[in-house]
């Protein structure tokens, strides 16, 4: 599975966007991206996931570049809730997923 | 998505005993994991656990330390045993839904401290 590099942290004023990037040069044509966060003392929550068009839900956005190398996640207004790691995680499709190999992340922190 | 909870959600041991903690969803899944979070770390994956069939451990976890139960398509145990203040950990179990592209739901977790 490709590896991916994440910005240890970052600030993010409350009501504005919070924009998280990814690098995932070497991420292969069947692999997806997802991302997780992490909120102090609670298990990892999904957030969201994409293969190459850009994806949005109720939580996020993913916006992911037509090379598929790097990909970013918005949260169009961010909160003091929203403050979290936020992981980046490439996989392969088919079968199971099973092993979501974690990295440091990025450390969120969202600001009155 | 999937409501899981773990139970104990804590608790202080002393070195040398064993822990059983016990995992529930509310619905039924095939895949269950179990993760382990050191202090200040990301998650490692202990095992993958279906039901009917026996555990299937990564590289550095055993079944001896981390014996695992499936007896239902709801419920899961993990074990840690014979205790050490290096297993003072957060255990966490999670299931896999979805279609393509996976998700995975994570528990509350279940913080461990050996002393």
């Known amino acids: 599975d490709a590896k991916t590099t994440q910005p240890p942290s970052m600030d993010c004023a409350e009501g504005r966007a919070a924009n998280l990037p990814c690098n995932h040069s070497t991420i292969s044509g069947n692999e997806y991206v997802y991302w997780y966060r992490q909120i102090h003392s609670q298990g990892p929550q999904y957030i969201i996931h994409g293969l190459k068009n850009n994806e949005t839900n109720e939580m996020a956005s993913l916006i992911i570049t037509e090379d598929r190398k790097s990909s970013t996640l918005i949260l169009p207004h961010a909160t003091l809730r929203d403050t979290a790691v936020y992981y980046c995680?490439?996989?392969?499709?088919?079968?199971?997923?099973?092993?979501?190999?974690f990295g440091k992340g990025t450390k969120l922190s969202v600001k009155p | 998505s999937a409501v899981i909870s773990q139970k104990p959600s804590r608790d202080i041991c002393q070195r040398g005993t064993s822990l059983t903690i016990q995992c529930q969803v509310d619905s039924q899944v095939t895949m269950m994991f179990w993760y382990r979070q050191q202090p200040g770390q990301s998650l490692t994956l202990i095992a993958t656990a279906n039901q009917g069939s026996e555990a299937t451990y990564e590289s550095g976890f055993v079944i001896d330390k981390f014996p695992i139960s499936r007896p239902n398509l709801t419920f899961s145990t993990l074990t840690v045993s014979n205790m050490s203040p290096e297993d003072s950990s957060i255990y966490l179990c999670?299931?896999?839904?979805?279609?393509?592209?996976?998700?995975?739901?994570f528990g509350p977790g279940t913080r461990l401290t050996v002393t």
């Open positions: 999670s299931v896999e839904l979805g279609q393509v592209g996976l998700e995975q739901y």
């Open positions: 995680i490439v996989l392969r499709t088919g079968g199971s997923q099973g092993n979501l190999i």
